[in-house]
């Protein structure tokens, strides 16, 4: 059975910080591993995608890894600002359907 | 390109009735999958549908059901309401075969609220 599992809960850092985001899953045989932004009572923003065959995507600030063997990804923040202040979440696909982190919620102080 | 659509956006309904939202994946998406969120429980997996066949379902009574159309339209019902359904429902569409291999694009949400 996958399990995701993400690490911290919450974090709160001051506008500038580069700040990392950990998701960990118990079953290395995924397809991809996709992280997604959500902002209060909104649905679902995705970031970005990594295909099981990359290492690594970027978009603008963000970098997120993947480590299939260890069963993780981190997210990358570079200089983090106050409107990344949002909920992540890290998801792979398993039995149609995608299992999701619990999230991190982030918020960046001006 | 259109992104996944959603409708409502916000529903009040009474304990007892029973609640209708669509959603409308990207065109050319076949699977639709629908998700429950609310703050004590996160994300939980209602039911997939690809092709107008549910290929997998989540750890909902059977008073949540669901149906896809010839057109990749999907809607999800919910009878008898109970003040606990209140919840965000997000649909999501992809390309692939369930797998999710181009990824999941979600739409906005509809907002239940059971009085």
């Known amino acids: 059975k996958q399990e995701v599992t993400q690490i911290p809960a919450a974090l709160s850092v001051p506008e500038g910080e580069n700040l990392v985001l950990n998701c960990s899953f118990t079953?290395?045989?995924?397809?991809?591993l996709q992280w997604f932004r959500q902002d209060p009572g909104k649905g679902l923003t995705s970031l970005l995608l990594i295909q099981s065959s990359q290492r690594e995507q970027t978009s603008g600030r963000l970098n997120a890894s993947l480590d299939k063997s260890s069963g993780r990804s981190t997210l990358y923040i570079a200089a983090s600002q106050p409107g990344d202040s949002a909920t992540y979440l890290c998801?792979?696909?398993?039995?149609?359907?995608?299992?999701f982190g619990a999230g991190t919620r982030l918020t960046v102080k001006p | 390109k259109a992104g996944v659509t959603q409708t409502p956006r916000y529903l009040i309904k009474t304990r007892g009735q029973q609640v209708t939202l669509s959603c409308s994946p990207i065109?050319?998406?076949?699977?639709v999958s629908w998700y429950q969120q609310t703050p004590g429980q996160g994300l939980q997996f209602l039911f997939e549908?690809?092709?107008?066949?549910?290929?997998n379902k989540g750890n909902f009574p059977g008073r949540f059901s669901g149906r896809q159309f010839s057109n990749s339209r999907s809607e999800m019902n919910v009878s008898t309401l109970e003040l606990g359904d209140s919840a965000l429902y997000l649909c999501?569409?992809?390309?692939?075969?369930?797998?999710?291999?181009?990824?999941?694009?979600f739409g906005s949400g509809t907002r239940l609220t059971v009085v």
């Open positions: 079953d290395s045989a995924i397809y991809n």
């Open positions: 999501a569409s992809s390309s692939a075969y369930g797998t999710g291999g181009d990824g999941y694009t």
């Open positions: 549908y690809f092709s107008e066949t549910q290929r």
């Open positions: 998801a792979v696909p398993y039995n149609n359907d995608m299992r």
């Open positions: 065109s050319g998406h076949r699977s």
